[in-house]
T-cell receptor, first 109, second 112 residues
Framework: RKEVEQDPGPFNVPEGATVAFNCTYSNSASQSFFWYRQDCRKEPKLLMSVYSSGNEDGRFTAQLNRASQYISLLIRDSKLSDSATYLCVVNSEGFKTIFGAGTRLFVKA | ETGVTQSPTHLIKTRGQQVTLRCSSQSGHNTVSWYQQALGQGPQFIFQYYREEENGRGNFPPRFSGLQFPNYSSELNVNALELDDSALYLC???????????FGQGTRLTVV
């Protein structure tokens, strides 16, 4: 079983749609959680951290469920510019950072 | 821009050769992590350097080695290159043990 698992997609959605991604992790001792965004042939960029209380940044909402060991990302009112690969990231032991394989999102006009 | 720069941006090497990739971390950051990203996969953690010492290592063979310099820039060295080493190599810098990291644009290595 992979340490961090994501649905690879692709998710094809129209502009304005709401889309949700889930990610599961296997190490219950994991300490920090993030969503990164990666555009084609570019480096990953930090989208947002994920907290147990949930956090929101504009159209993006991230949640963490430690009991079930999953993380979610919700994107509301999708824009064409949201098309990218979304990487779920789990950090443990201070240095061990594990990336999921990513979920591809295509937003169409 | 993140302030993390990598060189070169692209590189072609022959199987069996050695390669050195370089990374300048963001100002104020003293931790550098290296990742290998194969096509269609997420980045895989190679190792991390904190204040010039290796601070952790992923599941990569010893022919993958690194250095961090007093100015916190870093090098990734790969010996005896194999075809499967072809990938995007990413460097990420952070401060101390803070897990949020900022990536450079990567070096795309092709081994032929």
């Amino acid at each position: 079983r992979k340490e961090v698992e994501q649905d690879p997609g692709p998710f094809n959605v129209p502009e304005g749609a709401t889309v949700a991604f889930n990610c599961t992790y296997s190490n219950s001792a994991s300490q920090s959680f993030f969503w990164y965004r990666q555009d084609c042939r570019k480096e990953p960029k930090l989208l947002m951290s994920v907290y147990s209380s949930g956090n929101e940044d504009g159209r993006f909402t991230a949640q963490l469920n430690r009991a079930s060991q999953y993380i979610s990302l919700l994107i509301r009112d999708s824009k064409l510019s949201d098309s990218a690969t979304y990487l779920c990231v789990v950090n443990s032991e201070g240095f061990k950072t594990i990336f999921g394989a990513g979920t591809r999102l295509f937003v169409k006009a | 821009e993140t302030g993390v720069t990598q060189s070169p941006t692209h590189l072609i090497k022959t199987r069996g050769q050695q390669v050195t990739l370089r990374c300048s971390s963001q100002s104020g950051h003293n931790t550098v992590s290296w990742y290998q990203q194969a096509l269609g996969q997420g980045p895989q953690f190679i190792f991390q350097y904190y204040r010039e010492e290796e601070n952790g290592r992923g599941n990569f063979p010893p022919r993958f080695s690194g250095l961090q310099f007093p100015n916190y820039s870093s090098e990734l060295n790969v010996n005896a290159l194999e075809l499967d080493d072809s990938a995007l190599y990413l460097c990420a810098s952070s401060f101390g043990t803070e897990p949020e990291a900022f990536f450079g644009q990567g070096t795309r290595l092709t081994v032929v």
